[in-house]
């Protein structure tokens, strides 16, 4: 039996985790929920302003349900650059040198914006959840920066010119859990957990197979600590 995703609307056969977006797939609202219904319509909206907008109206409506304040969590506050109205944005930090205040900002945002911090207080399985976060943060990242990006997709008028997806999202995800695990601002835990978040994220995007990042990692002398 196939299960809509709420956070995308896409219908996934199988799986614990939406392969498109990266959210739980329990947590997806199903039938007439009217918030399951009003989260699919805000996915469908563009800029992320309205989005945001949208979900703001929603809450007014429904101010103790969770799954609202969890869809806001990916859309930012825009108050510094206009990228930050997308939240996955954060993790630009680990593709660009960015001074060190700008670092310290995106740091706190990941891992301690207040709604965060809401939703993990609300969430019967705060660590679960937290996973989540990540995961479609990464999710989101690797479908909008990367393989929206010609430069890293090798594409000339729609035409990839550098092999197969995997083959080249390989060298980009790789960097990144490279920096991830040479920022020493952040914890061993939460080097694990967004590096795990990524890997996963790029297993999602390529249809499960992770051998083109395995042979990455390794030439960069990356484990893959999250393993039992």
């Known amino acids: 039996m196939s299960i809509t995703c709420r956070a995308c609307g896409?219908?996934?056969?199988?799986?614990?985790?939406?392969?498109?977006?990266?959210?739980?797939?329990?947590?997806?609202?199903?039938?007439?929920?009217?918030?399951?219904?009003?989260?699919?319509?805000?996915?469908?909206?563009?800029?992320?302003?309205?989005?945001?907008?949208?979900?703001l109206e929603a809450q007014k409506r429904y101010p103790d349900h969770p799954e609202i304040e969890w869809e806001l969590?990916?859309?930012?506050?825009?108050?510094?650059?206009?990228?930050?109205?997308?939240k996955c944005d954060l993790l630009r930090m680990f593709r660009e040198r960015m001074p060190a205040k700008e670092r310290a900002r995106r740091r706190e945002l990941l891992f301690s914006d207040p709604r965060l911090l809401r939703c993990l207080e609300r969430s019967r399985d705060?660590?679960?959840?937290?996973?989540?976060?990540?995961?479609?943060?990464?999710?989101?990242?690797?479908?909008?920066?990367?393989?929206?990006?010609?430069?890293?997709?090798?594409?000339f008028f729609g035409v990839h010119l550098g092999g197969s997806k995997e083959h080249v999202l390989a060298a980009p995800c790789a960097d990144m859990m490279m920096a991830i695990h040479m920022d020493g601002d952040l914890t061993d835990e939460e080097q694990v957990l967004l590096s795990r978040a990524l890997y996963l994220a790029f297993s999602a995007r390529t249809g499960g197979s992770t051998k083109e990042l395995d042979k990455e990692m390794q030439r960069l002398g990356l484990k893959a600590n999250w393993r039992n």
């Open 73 to 86: 969590l990916f859309i930012g506050d825009g108050k510094e650059r206009s990228q930050d109205i997308i």
């Open 10 to 55: 896409r219908e996934v056969s199988e799986g614990k985790y939406c392969p498109f977006c990266g959210t739980r797939l329990e947590a997806s609202g199903q039938g007439t929920d009217p918030v399951a219904q009003i989260i699919a319509e805000a996915r469908t909206m563009v800029p992320l302003p309205k989005r945001k907008a949208f979900l």
């Open 126 to 155: 705060p660590e679960e959840r937290m996973e989540e976060y990540l995961l479609r943060l990464c999710t989101e990242y690797i479908e909008i920066f990367l393989e929206g990006d010609n430069r890293v997709m090798w594409t």
